[in-house]
């Protein structure tokens, strides 16, 4: 996955870069910051890149993040929580059918799943890499620019027409 950002500092061989947050981020928090779940509520983040094309703080550049990580974290804030509650509840509910133990039980599998999130938290940490230079004018590197809108098609229809 690549995403666009700005080097703000240079820490050694590495550099922070302030990335915009996009849809996947909601409105306070974006999994694939630095943490996974504490943010500060604007629309950025900052991570930590390995800088191999040695850019300088305020160049615009290319940040790159596997896939399979951005997979993993995604299953761990999403998919997980919900897996681990729903599968305790349908357990309880087919030993017992005492309401209190089963809404207990549910309580606390909600419970671990904060802790567990926190644990990993500090165990995954997402290596990113700078892949290369972004121009303010170029986006050659995006990822969706071979891709075309509802509303370029539109434009070029009716440039068409004018021609005509």
């Given at each position: 996955?690549?995403?666009p950002g700005k080097v703000e500092e240079i820490e050694g061989e590495k550099a922070w870069v302030r990335m915009q947050k996009g849809t996947s981020c909601g409105e306070h928090h974006c999994p694939l910051s630095s943490t996974l779940l504490d943010d500060?509520?604007?629309?950025?983040y900052k991570v930590l890149a390995k800088n191999e094309i040695s850019a300088s703080i305020g160049?615009?550049?290319m940040v790159e993040v596997k896939d399979a990580l951005a997979l993993k974290i995604s299953f761990l804030i999403y998919l997980m929580p919900i897996l681990l509650v729903l599968g305790t509840y349908l357990i309880i509910k087919?030993?017992?059918?005492?309401?209190?133990?089963i809404g207990t039980t549910t309580i606390f599998s909600?419970?671990?799943?904060?802790?567990?999130?926190k644990k990993a938290d500090k165990l995954i940490q997402p290596e990113y890499l700078i892949t290369g230079y972004l121009q303010d004018d170029?986006?050659?590197?995006?990822?969706?620019?071979?891709?075309k809108s509802k509303e370029d098609e539109g434009d070029?229809?009716?440039k068409n027409r004018i021609n005509e």
């Open positions: 996955m690549l995403k500060s509520g604007t629309d950025f160049s615009s550049v087919a030993l017992t059918s005492q309401v209190i133990l909600m419970i671990i799943s904060i802790i567990l999130l170029d986006c050659s590197q995006c990822p969706f620019k071979g891709k070029f229809q009716n």
